[in-house]
């Protein structure tokens, strides 16, 4: 199982699927998930505790991230030290616009050396074509870098709408359908992307990036939580993770780690400025 799920992660670019909870502790989650979006919607930092770090947020969010199972699959794609260092929450509700375009990942995170980056999607819900699931492009971390263009558009939950230049391969691309409980991992440079939720069924979900400690960010000082293993490179501030939801401690935590990626953020009202700069 460690060599299948490597080498088909080297071959392919993503791995999926794989089970790391049962259905019914994915359904516990998703509730506790739909919970904390409902009661702090009308927060005024809701949308980047959302896009940005919400292990630092939400201790649902942190518990799903260093969740045993989970770990030993990511680990034997990264190695024996794990860094967490980045995630979102994946929420499409039901009969709802938004997509994710044409992407890689690594083309807008500035990582050095690049191509190390493992990202999880683990799924609350159940994951199909009729409610946007992922889907991937095979083998395409092997061409390292593509060209992008950033379109900014306001239904694009990319929040620089940053999509791929040439769409040649896009008939050839796999869905990852998955269960309540499983997840797919992908590297960094696959490209990916995923439509809107045509069902009356939402999509929960979240994704969470994963690196090796030598992986670093030029440029500035960011923040990460050791989960594996050690560090013996100190390139991250060590972060805090949530106790509770959204808690006096947890926001001021967010934001200082907020403060170290400036770099490769971008608020909600920035996006919305350069759409219509864009459009102009």
Same mark, same amino acid.
């Given at each position: 199982?460690?060599a299948?799920?490597?080498?088909?992660?080297?071959?392919?670019?993503?791995?999926?699927?794989?089970?790391?909870?049962?259905?019914?502790?994915a359904?516990t989650y *998703?509730?506790?998930?739909?919970h904390?979006?409902?009661? /702090?919607?009308?927060?005024?930092?809701?949308?980047?505790?959302n896009?940005?770090?919400?292990?630092?947020?939400?201790?649902?969010?942190?518990?799903l991230?260093?969740?045993?199972?989970?770990?030993d699959?990511?680990?034997?794609?990264?190695?024996?030290?794990v860094?967490?260092?980045?995630?979102?929450?994946?929420?499409?509700?039901?009969h709802?616009?938004?997509?994710?375009s044409?992407?890689?990942?690594?083309?807008?995170?500035?990582?050095?050396?690049?191509?190390?980056?493992?990202?999880?999607w683990?799924?609350l819900?159940?994951?199909d074509?009729?409610?946007?699931?992922?889907?991937y492009?095979?083998g395409?971390?092997?061409?390292?870098?593509?060209a992008?263009e950033?379109?900014?558009h306001?239904?694009?939950?990319? &929040?620089r709408g940053?999509?791929?230049?040439?769409?040649?391969?896009?008939?050839?691309?796999?869905?990852?359908?998955?269960?309540?409980?499983?997840?797919?991992?992908?590297?960094?440079l696959?490209?990916?992307g995923?439509?809107?939720?045509e069902?009356?069924r939402?999509?929960?979900?979240v994704?969470?990036t994963?690196?090796?400690?030598?992986?670093?960010?030029?440029?500035?000082?960011?923040?990460?939580?050791?989960v #594996?293993?050690?560090?013996?490179?100190g390139?991250? *501030?060590?972060?805090t993770?949530?106790?509770?939801? *959204?808690?006096s401690?947890?926001?001021?935590?967010?934001?200082?780690?907020?403060?170290?990626?400036?770099?490769?953020? /971008?608020?909600?009202?920035?996006? #919305?400025?350069?759409y219509d700069?864009? &459009?102009?």
């Amino acid at each position: 199982m460690v060599a299948d799920i490597a080498d088909r992660f080297q071959q392919d670019g993503c791995v999926h699927p794989i089970e790391v909870l049962s259905e019914a502790e994915a359904g516990t989650y *998703a509730k506790r998930m739909q919970h904390d979006l409902a009661d /702090l919607a009308s927060e005024d930092n809701f949308a980047d505790w959302n896009y940005y770090k919400p292990y630092l947020i939400f201790e649902w969010f942190y518990e799903l991230a260093t969740s045993r199972r989970l770990l030993d699959t990511v680990e034997q794609v990264v190695g024996p030290d794990v860094v967490l260092w980045g995630g979102s929450i994946s929420n499409k509700p039901p009969h709802s616009s938004g997509f994710f375009s044409w992407h890689q990942d690594e083309k807008y995170w500035h990582l050095e050396p690049q191509g190390r980056a493992v990202v999880a999607w683990l799924a609350l819900s159940t994951v199909d074509e009729q409610n946007g699931c992922l889907k991937y492009l095979p083998g395409t971390h092997r061409k390292g870098e593509v060209a992008h263009e950033m379109t900014y558009h306001p239904d694009n939950y990319l &929040r620089r709408g940053q999509q791929i230049v040439d769409a040649t391969q896009l008939d050839e691309a796999v869905s990852i359908v998955l269960r309540p409980g499983e997840m797919s991992l992908h590297h960094g440079l696959v490209i990916h992307g995923s439509g809107p939720n045509e069902s009356s069924r939402p999509r929960l979900g979240v994704n969470i990036t994963y690196l090796p400690p030598e992986v670093r960010a030029p440029g500035a000082r960011e923040s990460a939580i050791l989960v #594996r293993g050690e560090d013996r490179f100190g390139n991250y *501030a060590a972060e805090t993770p949530a106790r509770g939801s *959204a808690s006096s401690e947890a926001r001021l935590e967010h934001q200082r780690a907020m403060a170290g990626i400036t770099r490769r953020t /971008l608020s909600t009202a920035g996006k #919305r400025a350069a759409y219509d700069g864009a &459009r102009s």
